[in-house]
């Protein structure tokens, strides 16, 4: 049995943004920074798809707002138009939790 399952606590970067897919599937795409060891900041791509997208990401989230992501985590490969293997890892979003209603600017 494989697992994966990941959690981050960190702050959005910006104020995320619903949208659709053509078959109109809504999901939002957001950024999570979260510190490290000494001065360090790691910013984690997450995606959230139908109601996590729009009832709860949407109408709470704000860049700086301080959240507890839950997910798992997907890769995804492409070939970029000069023929390049491409490949990024992100965080297909099961759950969020809004930590502080406090918004920070400027995301730390």
Excluded at 34 to 59: L, M, Q, R
Excluded at 70 to 94: C, F, H, M, P, Y
Aim: with cysteine.
């Amino acid at each position: 049995m494989a697992i994966n399952k990941v959690s981050i606590e960190g702050r959005l970067t910006k104020t995320p943004e619903l949208n659709y897919t053509q078959n109109g599937k809504a999901f939002c795409n957001f950024s999570v920074a979260v510190d490290g060891y000494g001065n360090s900041t790691h910013f984690f791509e997450c995606v959230a798809w139908n109601a996590i997208a729009s009832d709860k990401v949407i109408p709470n989230a704000a860049k700086g707002q301080k959240v507890l992501v839950e997910g798992e985590l997907q890769q995804r490969t492409w070939q970029d138009k000069t023929g390049n293997k491409r490949s990024a890892v992100s965080i297909n979003v099961q759950d969020i939790t809004f930590l502080h209603k406090d918004v920070q600017t400027g995301g730390r």
